[in-house]
């Protein structure tokens, strides 16, 4: 009995050595790159730049570009919550109709899904400057809306303070869709067809079963991508940095930190703008993080379906 | 058979359309047909416009002639494209479009492959094994993947300094090598779907973890695995910003073509090489996406956060 035992201990004693030797190594980049990098920025933010002591005024910098009516930061806050409301209010959505009928197999779905996947593979780099070309004046998006009467002004819809941010935020939205599709389409094909064949025979129109049917049994896969895209909306950049680079109005937060840290952008960069940019980050970061519980809370509250 | 001709069914219930869907078809047809005509235009504007001269393209653009065909194909440029394009780092180094094409793919390989094998060392062991820790590992991941964290670029600047991988090829190993990100959550759900009872069986012919993980799981795992890798390759190849931040001695084609661009409004002349040098930089994305489109298209899901 002792000797099954010990056998016993030490199976499970390499089953053990197996495990933390598979996690040590990623546990310990986790560590490093993500706790370490986390626990110094919050450190940075109470920080001051040239002392190295701790302060708050870096806080109180942060609350007077905020509050200045013109200040680069609130400018910035503004324009994020218009990529936020794009991205909720047109891009989710939009997805999530594109994927619907490229699922129903409408004629020539196949090259379709090719196609709307195209803005995820080429580099924005490619993109931004083949959308540059199509709406710079005289392009053939002016000669369009000369058909109408209306025309680009002269310097171009990018170099235009009144126009910058929407020429871009159209541009986010007209790229904005393949990723989703994708995943949305993976999981509609999940849904069984008996059920939709059953339903179908009781009478239920296509649209209806889109709403009773399809949508509750894809809830999971929508909920994850709607918080993963509220994430990403304002830990990324975007094309703006390829467009003006910031200026006519159109820095967002993620860039007007990208454009302190990396210079050469409007205001350029050095590293004593670690601290505000840590601190500024911090404040952002504590304002959105329950904005992003609720939305999590809320969008767990809906029933999910299992199948 | 059974199975081919369930197969047929499920189609026919999708393309199945009442007079009413048939209209509605028919109007997102059209709809979706100028969305993706308004995809491709802009590769007409490229091809276009990276085969004139430079003049000519000045004078197109004062003319309104941005998508009209050359006058006469200049193949030269995209060998000009090869030889001249170039970037200048802060230490005065000359970095050649080839030097850039070559950086894009030991960084991006490295990157990529880093993460693929943390996460799927991660997501194997988390999925497979009872221990202690276990659901500690699984919130860890979640919450550094929902949790958006705004403005570190300051901190994470700082720490690669202190590490001293700041612009140095060791940066892609060590950052890339996360294990708690989006592809473990996706490794995770496939791995605990994969049987066990392979894995006693090789127990008993006296295999120990590690066989089972490299012999038995990995190969199962292999459709899964290449699709993570070419979303992540598509992502990490098109990244410009991460490069010019933390390497900018290593332009890749899509930071160092950035690069390109903002020095070219000194000297215009040369945007039709520029061009060309960005079809060639959009080559090996469109080949490797096309090489592994059905396998991408077929295998990408995404289920709820919770596990």
Redesign the interface.
Known sequence: MGIFNKKKNNIRR???I??WG??A???L??L???L???V??IK?AFLDARTNAFTFSNFITFWNDLTTPDGSVKIALVNTLKYFAATMLLINPLSLG?AY?L??????YK?????????????????V???R??I?P???V??FLHMFGRSIPPEGWLANFDHATGAILFFVV?TGFGANV??FM??MV?VP?EM??AS?MDGC???REFFVMILPMIM??I???I??S???I??T?GPI??FTNGGYNTTT??FW??E???GGGVSGGLTS???I??C???C??LI??PV?FLI?FLM?KIP?VEY | MFKKVFKK???T??????KR?KIV?GI??TI??F??I??????V??IF?SLKGGEEYIND????R??FSPVKALFENYASAFQALKVTDFNGKEIYFPQMLFNSIWYTVLFVGAGVL??S??A??VAK?R?RGRRL?DG?AIF????????????????YNT?GIYNTPLLPV??G????G?NFLVLRGFFSNLPWSYAESVFVDGG???TV?FRIMMPQARPCLVTLFIMAF?TT??D??TL??YMPSYPT??SG??LV?RSLTRNPLEYPVY?AG?MV??VP??LV?SLF?DV??SN???????G
């Open positions: 390499k089953e053990l197996f495990i598979m996690l190594l990623p546990l980049q986790w490093i790159f993500w370490g990098i986390n110094n920025f940075l594109i009928f699922y129903r197999k409408i004629r020539g090259v379709f899904r090719v196609i709307f996947y195209l803005p995820v593979i080429i580099s924005a780099v490619v993109m400057e083949c959308y070309g199509v710079q005289n392009g053939i002016d000669m007209w994708l995943l993976g999981a999940r067809a939709l064949e179908r129109s296509a649209f999971p896969t909920s994850t991508l918080i993963v509220c994430t990403s304002v830990a950049t940095l390829l937060i993620s930190i990208f302190k840290i990396y703008n670690y601290n940019v840590s500024t980050g911090l952002f970061t959105s993080l992003i999590r767990e999910v | 069914e499920e189609q219930i999708l393309m199945r359309r009442s869907e078809f997102v047809f979706f047909a969305y993706a308004s995809l491709m235009l802009p590769f504007f490229m416009n653009i004062a003319a309104g941005t998508f943390a996460s060392m991660t194997y062991v094994y221990f590992i860890i550094s993947m929902t949790i958006p964290i705004i403005g570190t670029t300051g901190s994470t600047l700082s720490m590490l060590l950052v090598f996360a294990g708690f989006f120990g973890h590690l993980f598509i190849w098109n410009y910003q010019l931040l084609l899509s073509l950035y661009q061009f960005l930089s959009v994305i469109v996406f489109s991408i298209m990408f899901t995404v289920g709820g956060l919770k």
